[in-house]
């Protein structure tokens, strides 16, 4: 029986080295000469530090493009206020990892919705669905492309 499944997955190298690009394009601009600005990650959270909002700001702004020039996509963020102390101005961004369970429900519920003849179940942090065709699997796969999900999916493990 044909099935795949449906994860939301960041490719933890491919972040690492955003992060890397961003500390050394932070460390050679005019802007931010002498304000000691960095990024640090420390497992799935980015810790932004610099000398104001404005920097942070502008941080985010190189994140946005260093990350989505890695193909990884930035609906996967979940950030925090900005904190300021002292003369510091620090911001933790989460890397959201998996499907949580509220949002994979919400899938499961939209597949069965549309009257699909395919099976959708619920396996941790992914959903493996299954069916007697090859065409409805790949009818689910592009009607969650399009479907309005606040997660970005991927879509692995396709067995014939």
Do not use: W
Not at 9 to 31: G, T
Request: net charge positive.
């Amino acid at each position: 029986m044909p099935s795949f499944d449906v994860v939301s997955d960041v490719d933890k190298h491919e972040l690492m080295n955003a992060v890397d690009q961003i500390n050394r394009e932070v460390s050679s601009r005019f802007d931010f000469k002498g304000s000691d600005a960095k990024v640090e990650l420390k497992d799935s959270v980015m810790n932004f530090e610099a000398q104001s909002d404005f920097q942070l700001k502008q941080m985010r702004d190189i994140m946005v493009n260093k990350l989505t020039k890695r193909g990884i996509d930035t609906r996967c963020l979940d950030r925090s206020n900005v904190e300021e102390r002292g003369l510091r101005a620090y911001q933790a961004i989460t890397v959201k990892q998996g499907i949580d369970t509220e949002t994979a429900k919400k899938i499961v519920k939209l597949i069965k919705s549309n009257k699909f003849k395919v099976q959708a179940a619920i396996q941790s942090e992914q959903i493996r669905i299954s069916g007697k065709k090859r065409d409805d699997l790949q009818a689910v796969i592009a009607f969650l492309k399009d479907a309005d999900i606040e997660h970005p999916l991927q879509f692995t493990n396709f067995r014939n």
